[in-house]
């Protein structure tokens, strides 16, 4: 099975990030594929609440780090065959990831 990243730099996203990440979630499935969503918060504990009372999984940073940095950060997480990645104020179309 080949594995997707979808790699997400969340600051001060708390209003969109659920919806992003929803989107992301529901993608149509690839054969054979399976995907990793990684959602990095940069310092924004309001960012932070929601995914924490949503019970979503997030990688945290004390300070801001910016964009470049926690989305390098999230690659070096666990290694995959394919990275994209996503802004957090952004949703997918359901077949994104197919014409990654």
């Known amino acids: 099975m080949k594995t997707c990243a979808v790699i997400i730099a969340a600051y001060n ?24 969503i990684r959602i990095g918060v940069d310092g924004c504990k309001k960012t932070a609440d929601v995914l924490r009372k949503n019970k979503i999984p997030y990688f945290w940073s004390e300070k801001n780090v910016g964009a470049y940095i926690m989305r390098n950060s999230l690659i070096y997480l666990s290694p995959a065959d394919v990275y994209s990645y996503f802004d957090a104020d952004d949703t997918m179309f359901p077949n994104y990831l197919k014409t990654v």
């Not at 990440?21 to 594929?33: A, M, R, T």
């Open 13 to 36: 996203a708390e209003k969109y990030i659920l919806e992003c990440y929803n989107s992301v979630k529901n993608q149509i499935p690839l054969e054979d594929w399976e995907y990793d």
